[in-house]
Structure formats: structure tokens, C-alpha cells
């Protein structure tokens, strides 16, 4: 099963690239832009017997190893592949 | 006093603490490969700076899974000495055997410039050398070096004087512009709540020398020495 694994800067971390870009962004004339957060996409194939054991062996891998949950936050989909 | 220099794939800066301990100090050093199992009798370990595993990922968050660090958890959990240097620091962040997390300077740039940090709390291990409010001039050489940790967690750890270390300007003031990466509370410096495992950004193995950077960097190292050789005379002294 295919997993795509979404990390990103928590909220309340300063996100020092997302404000870079944001900046640049501005500076080509999209003025109507904000909150540019700056995060990881993970692709993994799983096997697994079920989504939900893929979904749990996924929520373990983004506890472990994938985000670190003390700077950043982490959503993902499962997909059969 | 027996020493550990831990070398992971991508260290940088093992050389230079393996030659402030031994060289220097005087101290019984040796490398210790991330393969390794044990630590060699050592009775501090020291992660040092580096890249470890290449950073991938996060800086820190791979080395932390290296086969020695199974036993520098145990060690630290038995109360053993550690500290790790700038990604040492990383690594026991990401090991979780420190509070936090250090992440992308404030700037964007990786930053190689001396700093002052200010010793916050000379009651312990690692700074008991020096006095509370002693400032030290040491280098710091790192992307990511903005420390961060939630704002109750902060709160509490420097209620409990885990806050050993924070950068601040040549007078001793703490300020934003003498903050060089942005960490929360300009924190340079930490320690577990047992105050047995320490980790900071700047670089003391490199401040050894008159000739190179000064010896402020000493002061960190000599503590440890200094809280070794007392914790053995109580051992002593308990065993007559």
C-alpha cells in the first residue's frame, strides 16, 4: 500500500524558510499571499494486510522517525497501490 | 579520568575533542565507533559536532537509531556523564535524553562566528568550574542551532536550572541581537533533569589553546574532571 506522509513545521515554530519564500513570493507581485509553511513529503509502500494496519504502522513510523512531534506536525494518506 | 569520543559516519569535530581531552588536558581519551556496543569503561561520553549520517532526515534523527547510543541511553540512565556538541546536542535532543528540539537558524545561514554565552547555573557537573554569571567566549559553526521547546516546558526547566548556557552580549546581557540563531530564551546550553546529560551549541573543543581562540572552552571540560574526581572521593569515602 502506498503511503504519503505530509510533515510541516507546528504551528507555533517560527518557520524561518516558509517566511523566506513568502517574501520572495511577494516580491514577484503575489501580494496576496501568507502563511507560507515550508514542510517534507514522504512516499512509502507498505504491506499490509488492511489500510488501518497500514494507517497504524504509519502513525508509528511518523512517531519514531519521520517528524520529530516536538517542532512539527504530521498527517498522511494510504492509498492501494 | 577515562573519556568516550563517540564517531559517528560524518563526524567533524571527534578529532579536536579526542585533542583537547588527551592532548591538552591530559586526559585518557579514545574514539569510540558508532558500531560499538559498549563505551570502554568510559566514565563521560562525548557526541561531538558533525554531520552526522549526512543530517538526512533531520540533523541528529538517524544517529540517534547507531547501536552505541542503546548504550549511551543505558549509561545516562545510570546516572553516566554525557554531552554532546552542537550536533551531539542534535542527537540527544532526537534521542529525547535532552528537552527540545534545534531547528533551522533564524537567518537561514549557517553561522561560524565566536559568541559569549553567559554560565547560568554553576551548580552542576558541567559547569562547576566556573561561577553563575561567568561569561564565556566560545565559537559556534551551525545551520541549525535554534533551540526550541513548548513555552511550559521552558518554564519549568528554568525553574530547575536547566539552563546551563545562553548566548548573550559582550557586557553579559541577554538580547535579540546577541541571539545569533534565534533560539526561545537565547538558550545556548541545556541539561536533563538529573543533570548528568548536557548539550550545547557552541564549541568548547575549540577554545583549548591561547594561541587559537583563547581556553574559555576549558572551563567545561575541567567541571567534569572536577565533579568526577569529587564523586569518586564520596564513593571512597562511602566504601571505607
Given at each position: 500500500?502506498?503511503?504519503?506522509?505530509?510533515?510541516?513545521?507546528r504551528?507555533?515554530?517560527?518557520?524561518?524558510?516558509?517566511?523566506?519564500v513568502?517574501?520572495?513570493?511577494?516580491?514577484?507581485?503575489?501580494?496576496?499571499?501568507?502563511?507560507?509553511?515550508?514542510?517534507?513529503?514522504?512516499?512509502?509502500?507498505v504491506?499490509?494486510?488492511?489500510?488501518?494496519?497500514?494507517?497504524?504502522?504509519?502513525?508509528?513510523?511518523?512517531?519514531?522517525?519521520?517528524?520529530?512531534?516536538?517542532?512539527?506536525?504530521?498527517?498522511?494518506?494510504?492509498?492501494?497501490? | 579520568?577515562?573519556?568516550?569520543?563517540?564517531?559517528?559516519?560524518?563526524?567533524?569535530?571527534?578529532?579536536?575533542?579526542?585533542?583537547?581531552?588527551?592532548?591538552?588536558?591530559?586526559?585518557?581519551?579514545?574514539a569510540?565507533?558508532?558500531?560499538?556496543?559498549?563505551?570502554?569503561?568510559?566514565?563521560?561520553?562525548?557526541?561531538?559536532?558533525?554531520?552526522?549520517?549526512?543530517?538526512?532526515?533531520?540533523?541528529?534523527?538517524?544517529?540517534?537509531?547507531?547501536?552505541?547510543?542503546?548504550?549511551?541511553?543505558?549509561?545516562?540512565?545510570?546516572?553516566?556523564?554525557v554531552?554532546?556538541?552542537?550536533?551531539?546536542?542534535?542527537?540527544?535532543c532526537?534521542?529525547?535524553?535532552?528537552?527540545?528540539?534545534?531547528?533551522?537558524?533564524?537567518?537561514?545561514?549557517?553561522?561560524?562566528?565566536?559568541?559569549?554565552?553567559?554560565?547560568?547555573?554553576?551548580?552542576?557537573?558541567?559547569?562547576?568550574?566556573?561561577?553563575?554569571?561567568?561569561?564565556?567566549?566560545?565559537?559556534?559553526?551551525?545551520?541549525?542551532?535554534?533551540?526550541?521547546?513548548?513555552e511550559?516546558e521552558?518554564?519549568?526547566?528554568?525553574?530547575r536550572?536547566?539552563?546551563?548556557?545562553?548566548?548573550?552580549?559582550?557586557?553579559?546581557?541577554?538580547?535579540?541581537?546577541?541571539?545569533?540563531?534565534?533560539?526561545?530564551?537565547?538558550?545556548?546550553?541545556?541539561?536533563?533533569?538529573?543533570?548528568?546529560?548536557?548539550?550545547?551549541?557552541?564549541?568548547?573543543?575549540?577554545?583549548?589553546?591561547?594561541?587559537?581562540?583563547?581556553?574559555?572552552?576549558?572551563?567545561?571540560?575541567?567541571?567534569?574532571?572536577?565533579?568526577?574526581?569529587?564523586?569518586?572521593?564520596?564513593?571512597?569515602?562511602?566504601?571505607?
Amino acid at each position: 500500500m502506498l503511503v504519503k506522509v505530509f510533515v510541516t513545521p507546528r504551528r507555533d515554530i517560527l518557520d524561518p524558510q516558509g517566511r523566506a519564500v513568502e517574501q520572495s513570493l511577494k516580491s514577484l507581485g503575489f501580494k496576496n499571499v501568507s502563511d507560507v509553511r515550508i514542510g517534507k513529503y514522504v512516499t512509502l509502500n507498505v504491506e499490509a494486510s488492511s489500510p488501518e494496519q497500514a494507517r497504524a504502522e504509519a502513525a508509528r513510523m511518523c512517531e519514531q522517525l519521520l517528524a520529530n512531534p516536538v517542532i512539527e506536525d504530521y498527517r498522511f494518506e494510504v492509498e492501494n497501490s | 579520568m577515562k573519556w568516550g569520543v563517540i564517531r559517528f559516519p560524518g563526524s567533524l569535530d571527534d578529532g579536536d575533542a579526542l585533542w583537547a581531552l588527551g592532548e591538552v588536558m591530559g586526559q585518557e581519551a579514545r574514539a569510540l565507533w558508532h558500531k560499538d556496543e559498549t563505551l570502554g569503561g568510559a566514565e563521560c561520553v562525548v557526541l561531538p559536532g558533525g554531520f552526522s549520517y549526512g543530517d538526512y532526515l533531520r540533523c541528529g534523527a538517524i544517529a540517534r537509531f547507531s547501536p552505541i547510543m542503546r548504550a549511551v541511553a543505558r549509561f545516562a540512565a545510570e546516572g553516566g556523564l554525557v554531552i554532546g556538541i552542537c550536533n551531539g546536542f542534535q542527537i540527544l535532543c532526537e534521542a529525547h535524553l535532552l528537552p527540545g528540539a534545534l531547528t533551522r537558524n533564524r537567518s537561514l545561514s549557517f553561522i561560524c562566528q565566536p559568541v559569549t554565552v553567559r554560565v547560568e547555573n554553576a551548580a552542576t557537573p558541567f559547569t562547576c568550574a566556573a561561577r553563575t554569571g561567568d561569561l564565556l567566549r566560545l565559537p559556534i559553526k551551525h545551520g541549525e542551532g535554534r533551540y526550541v521547546a513548548p513555552e511550559a516546558e521552558l518554564d519549568a526547566m528554568e525553574r530547575r536550572g536547566q539552563v546551563l548556557l545562553r548566548y548573550v552580549d559582550p557586557r553579559g546581557e541577554a538580547s535579540d541581537a546577541a541571539n545569533p540563531n534565534g533560539s526561545m530564551r537565547s538558550i545556548a546550553g541545556v541539561a536533563n533533569e538529573r543533570f548528568n546529560v548536557f548539550g550545547l551549541m557552541p564549541h568548547p573543543e575549540h577554545a583549548v589553546e591561547r594561541a587559537l581562540f583563547g581556553q574559555d572552552g576549558l572551563k567545561l571540560f575541567e567541571s567534569i574532571v572536577l565533579s568526577r574526581s569529587s564523586s569518586r572521593l564520596g564513593e571512597e569515602s562511602a566504601a571505607r
